[in-house]
Every structure is written in C-alpha cells, then in structure tokens.
C-alpha cells in the first residue's frame, strides 16, 4: 500500500529506527509496506551508522512535515524546540505523530492532543517512556478494563544505574556519578535525570493513560537522588530493603469515586522489600508495575533506552497505525466517501487516540499517607528514644522499627548515637510536624535523612 | 453503540468476566457500550457469585452461538467438547470469538482460524495464557517489529508453586503435590500441569504468534516434574542455579533466514541462574521473557491464573475488538456499503486478526544446543572421575564444573561417590551418546538426574 514515513533525526534513536525500517524481513510482515521517504538532518556530510540513500536526506524538516508525499511523521530529534512546533505543523498538515519526547509531551501534550484530536491524526508515544518495554500500549488497550490503583516504575535508567552500583561497591553518590558520566550513563549535566525531573514526565504521561485525564507537570512532587548516602543504603539493606528512585501515580483512596479519579503522582527516593518485584531490577534497566482491580499485579521490566529498544517502540507505534491506516484503505476502496478532515475525529481507533480533556485533581504530599524511613544523630544520653517514640506518638505516628547505634561524632570525635526509626503508614504531614518538633529537642544534633518507604 | 456478547460459562473466570461487565465504572469508556446478552449455564438455579437478571440466564448454549442478538460470543467453558462445536458454530454464524481455552486452540487452533478467516471475524485468546499478564497482544502488535528470538516462560501456575515449596522447604515432590492438591492449586488429576502439557499447550500459542507460523502440538517436547528431587533442588542452589519448569521457543540459529523460522519448542524443567529474571518468579505467578533483535530482552511477570486476572485478560480482549467494530460502525454510518461475507477477510484490522497458513519447522530435541546438569553416584575409586572426563570429551562435551561428594550407598551403606557435573553448551545428542556410554561404566551405579541448563 506505500504508506511514507517522514523521520525528524538520525541520532542514535533515528539511527535504529531507520535500521529497522530498511531492514524488514522476519519482522511483522506490514513493515514491508512502509517507505521512508525523507529523513530530516542537520548535517548531510556526517558519517552515519546506517546505509539511506542520499536523496531522502535533507536539512530542511518544514519541507518534511509539510510534504504531500508523507502519511506519518516520527519525531526523534528530542528537547522542546524544534520538536514542537514541527509536530504541530506536521498535525496541521494531516500527518500522524509518532514520537520519542517524553518532554514535549508531558509539557505540551495538552497542545498537540488537542490539535490532533481536530485534525483527525494520532499521537503515539511508546517510545516516551521505558524505552524498548511495551507500557504505553498496555495502558492504553488492555489493563485499561481495571480500575488501576497504582502505576510503580523505576523509569530513569541513570538514576538506576548509579543506585545499585552504591549498593554494590558502597560507594557514595557523586564518585559513583562521576564514573557514570565516564562511561555515557549520565549527562555532563545529569540534573534531569539525577533530580527526577525526567521520572517526572515520565510518570505524568503513564498516570494520565492509566487514569484517564490530563496530568499538569507542576503538581508532579519531584525528589532525586542527591541526598541518599551510602549509611542510609547500608541500614536500608540491614532492614530488609533497597532504596530505588521511584516514580509512583496512585488513586487517592480517600476519593474512590471521583472521575477522573483524584491523585498522587510523585517521583522520589524509595526504600521497597528486597523481595518486592521492582527491587531486582538493577543497572540502567527499567521496570514499570500495574496494580489494578480485579487484575491484581503485573509488572513489565526490559531496557529503558538505547537504540534498539527506543526504536523497537518506534516502529512499534507506526506498526499500530499502519494497520489502522490499511483498514480505511480497505473500507475506502470497497466505496467509502471521504468524511473530510472536520469529521474525522469520530473515525478514529478509540484504543489509539487520545480523548482525555479534564485534568485530574492531584493530592498534596502532606495528604499522603506513606512511611518514613529517617535517621537522626544524637547526643548518648538516656531517654532520647523515649521522647522521639513520645512525639512521634502524639502526632499519630506509629513507629514499625527503632534501630539505636553507638557511633563518634565525625568531628568533634565525643560519643553520640545514631538513631534509624522506620514507621508504619502515616499521614506525611502529621510525620513533618512530628519531625520539626524533634528538631528542637537539644539532644538531637542532626536529621540526617528521611525517605519515604514503600507504603503498606 | 450497544454491542451484544454471549458469555459461554460462568464457572470462575465467566463469573470473574460477568461481574467487570456489570460495573462498567472507572474502567475504560468504551465497555459501558457492551450489553450481556445471554449466559449459558449448566444449571439454572444454581447459585452464583455475580448477581445477573435471570432472563439472560439460558441452558440452551447453541441457541446463544446462532442468535442474530449477539455480536460477540466469550467462551469460558474450557475442555474440547462442547467448546470446539460450540466456537465453531458461533464462527459460522458470523460472531468475534474470545476464548481463554489454551487446549482448544492449542490443538484446534488450526480448523477455528481457518473458519473465522472464511467468516472475516476473530478469534482472540489474551487469557489462555498467562492469565491476566497481557502476553499475547504485544507478540501480536507491538514486539512483532523485532525479529524474536526466544520466547521464554513460567506458565503454569502449579508447578512453579511445587517448585518453590520444594526449594523454600526442602520437601518431596509427592508430599508438597498433595498438599497443593489439598490447598486447591494442584487438580485432583495432575497430568495435565506436572507433566507439562498444560505449558505445551500454551508455549506453542506463544510461538505461532511470536514467530508467525503454526505450530504441532505433537512436536512440542514435553517432560515434566515428577523426577525432580530435593538433592537436585539443593545441588543446584549450591552451583548458583534455581530449578523452574520452562517452556521455551526458540529460532533455530543454524537456519536463521528460513520463514516462517526453523524453532526448538519445548517444555522441560531447567537449571537457571539465581540472577536472571525468572529465577525470583515464585509461587503461583507467572512469567514471560521475550528477546528479539533489536529489543534485547523484556519480561512480563503476574497472576498466571485466577478470576480476576484470567477475566481482566478476557475483557481487554473484547476492548480491542469493541473499538474495531466501533470505526466499522462509523465508516458504516459514514456510507461504506456492506461488502457481504466473502469480502470480509481483508477488512479484518491485521493486527487483531491471524493469517499464519504455514507451519514452522521444529527442530529435534537431538539437535537442540543447551547445557545439562547431571548427577551420578558411583563406586567410591580413583580414576572415575577421569573416565567420565575422557567420555564426555571423546563425544565433544565440554564441562563447566564438577563436584563429588562422598557418600554412602542408601541401601548397602557401603561408601559411593556423589558426583555432579554441568557441561557448557553441547548438541544433545552428543551429550546424551556420552551418557549412555558412562552408563555402561562398572563403576557408576545410577545416573540420578539429567537436567537441562538454560543455554549460554
């Protein structure tokens, strides 16, 4: 049928895609049917990893996503600019999105859905999160007949990486960072990543295809990894946990009704049982866990970027549309009149568009009720667990486990105590006004550490 | 829309079925536009776990099949007879199918999809394996792009729960069977689970749909858990392994351009390392891994079994086929003419629907390449350990690592050799020439166990 594929970027993930899409024996036989048309680049001089002939290069992407002779476009080129605005001229002019950028969609997904909604053209975007693991469709097409209560990833392959080699070599936080930019597993600025904000996008794009409504990006709590010791990964492990940067969209339980359902979507550091699913999920790898009713628990775990992975979700989305396209093909060649471009939007597959208007209402983090995992340095004196139990107590804070060590005073050298309290589900802003009264008691020299646990 | 479905069964998982479809809310949009028909049923006045209006209720399961009132026909009875006529018949009166019968189609798949090509309508089958992990639609739509090679799983639920008791407790087989036969995981008549069958069954759906051909059950390989030991269970902890009933298809790596593929299919039990992903999949859950080129590897685990995942498997399943005939309806609206039954097949959405003609190839188990635990026991001399060494190498098998151990002859207390070898990859046929020749060995009493390792 020639469906012509317009591909925005031949870096390393538009590099895959293309290896794929020239390559299509043994693959899905409908591969076959694709022709790259135009790749848009910014050099047509740089040596590539892949054979394209040299007349489908070009620098010019407005020509591209303009072009009559391109059906689909898939944007690879990441960042918001040009990104952006081609995407949107690309809907303008009645192609269909496939897309890599978990930034643009989470920042201006609102725009480009509504804009393609109007045009009649979908918007896919498995590539956006997780990298090669299939999520988005699963979201989308199957696990959507559950009411999901919760969606639990480790989405940001950095942040992972640099995690499980602290708790492997027990090395702290910013030699381990330092290696990892060594090696190409950070960016010479890792504040995206290493701060969550990557997570971030992430996870308000799977919260909003689990639960049914537009995520805001800013009401996403956001926490990286900076803080985490190696102490604290050390007392994690002794307590049965490891500590994983998670990125969490849950129902709020108190609001069970409403629709689109109330939120907490939250990205931070995370103690979670060694035996939990998610704990053995080491290195750059990513893993993303459902839970909903009457499913029960499902977890998909894989690669959460490189070429091959990245671009297997690619070709993945184009597969999806492609096979809706050679429908409306066959339905148009057995007579159907063309319903022009106003009427397009009711035609559309429902499992592959995305009809979300409302926004759901997000909780605060002082409404959520976690457990806290938190470590104090205080001075050896007796009676000082006496009167953390009695604060926390007073606050409605009950405590699962107090661990007491004697240590020395890294500069003073004098005899003090650390203290590693973990608490039972609690609500966190009952835990903060506990723990601001705990920062006035003269015994206690310092909080060094409060991480949330995995809640019960 | 009001699309009719005709629920065939209400044992667990028709009831699991009936009961999402009774409360349509927070759940995706579209299943509010499904109405339930009729229920077929043995027994009218038996009682039940889901509250439906008695009217719907019926005994008569072939008028449900043949009734212009129903769209879609949902077949939950499990066995061959009546399901197999009663599918057929449905097919033949133009309904969509969903089954979650892994026997019926394992071994009739061919003649069901033949009639609903004929027929241009679907047969969808997401619950007959794995239960509620969403497995068959990403083999169908999504990891199709890649070219697969190894699909891997824990698909049954009782012998997985076996192994890991036998593991966590040291116990028997025969002892930890009863208690699962008493606790309601093991059926009073184990064959099915505990000799493999069930896994054949479903590892070849896996294959035909991972690899794009059709597959014969009869050349399926199948060995199951009887004559799996406490003393192996302990002896492959100790080399770093976990045991686990796998089943595995894979592409035969000397034909790697046939179509479809040449494949090994096979379900036996296997010796994998405590650090790959299937090795932490316990109890009664479930697990698939699927490696394909470019994708590397991705892991799907969850409940392999029970009402409420099996029926969240069958309902999304009805999802896809709901939004399918939701455009049909809208291009209808729109004018598209009725192009009659004959015509149908191409309008069939390629992805959802199955047009494998040819059968793969299978390979015999003697040319599989894989690794092999083995234990002897052997008269307690010098030089056995040798003899076996010259054996293995004369037959081109190479040896990972050996361990002996002195014990006592359980029945002539008279001092014997334990001895434990695990080779590298080798053709089973070798290994196996070389084993019969070490049997012939005065010196080595029995050869205890022979156990597959997964390949390197």
Chains 1, 2 share one sequence.
């Not at 469709?137 to 959507?144: A, F, M, N, Y």
């Not at 504040?191 to 996870?203: C, F, P, R």
């Not at 091959?308 to 993945?316: E, L, R």
């Amino acid at each position: 049928m020639g469906i012509k594929v317009g591909l925005l970027g031949l870096g390393t993930v538009g590099a895959g895609t293309a290896a794929i899409l020239l390559s299509p024996l043994g693959r899905h036989p409908l591969l076959a049917e694709v022709k790259l048309a135009w790749v848009g680049v910014r050099s047509l001089t740089k040596p590539r990893q892949v054979n394209l002939p040299p007349e489908i290069l070009t620098t010019d992407l407005v020509q591209i996503v303009r072009s009559p002779e391109v059906d689909i476009v898939i944007e690879v080129l990441g960042g918001i600019e040009p990104a952006r605005s081609l995407v949107l001229e690309a809907i303008a002019h009645g192609k269909h999105i496939i897309t890599a950028n978990k930034a643009l969609i989470a920042r201006h997904g609102d725009e480009i859905y509504t804009a393609a909604n109007h045009a009649g053209v979908y918007v896919m975007l498995e590539a956006a999160v997780a990298g090669g693991i299939p999520i988005i469709q699963p979201l989308k097409q199957t696990l959507g007949v559950n009411r999901i209560h919760t969606i639990t990833g480790i989405i940001n392959g950095t942040t992972n990486y640099i995690l499980t080699r602290m708790r492997e070599e027990g090395g702290d936080f910013g030699d381990i960072l330092a290696e990892a930019q060594k090696l190409g597993y950070a960016e010479a600025d890792p504040t995206a990543d290493v701060d969550g904000l990557d997570a971030a996008d992430k996870i308000s794009i799977l919260a909003s295809l689990g639960f049914g409504g537009r995520i805001k990006l800013e009401d996403v709590y956001c926490e990286g990894i900076r803080s985490i010791t190696k102490t604290d990964i050390a007392y994690a492990e002794q307590l049965g946990f490891v500590i994983k940067l998670l990125a969490i969209a849950s129902r709020d339980k108190a609001h069970p009704d409403q629709f689109p359902p109330r939120l907490s979507v939250r990205v931070h550091p995370t103690l979670i049982p060694q035996d939990h699913p998610l704990a053995s999920i080491n290195g750059v790898y990513n893993a993303v866990s459902v839970v909903g009713e009457p499913l029960g628990q499902v977890v998909f775990e894989g690669p959460g970027a490189g070429a091959g992975a990245t671009a297997s979700s690619v070709v993945a989305d184009l597969l999806q549309v492609l096979a809706v396209l050679k429908i409306q093909v066959a339905w148009s060649q057995a007579g159907v009149p063309d319903t022009g471009l106003g009427s397009k939007i009711s035609l559309l597959h429902p499992l592959l568009s995305c009809a979300h208007q409302e926004y759901c209402e997000i909780s605060t983090m002082e409404e959520l009720e976690t457990r806290f995992y938190t470590r104090f340095i205080t001075s050896d004196q007796p009676g000082v667990i006496g009167k953390l139990g009695t604060i926390f107590g007073n606050h409605q804070v009950s405590i699962e486990s107090i661990v007491q060590k004697d240590i020395h005073d890294k500069d003073t050298r004098e005899a003090a105590a650390e203290i590693v309290v973990v608490t039972h589900n609690v609500a966190e802003g009952n835990f903060r006004a506990a723990i601001e009264e705990i920062r006035q008691l003269p015994t206690v020299q310092s909080i060094s550490s409060m991480i949330r646990v995995l809640e019960q």
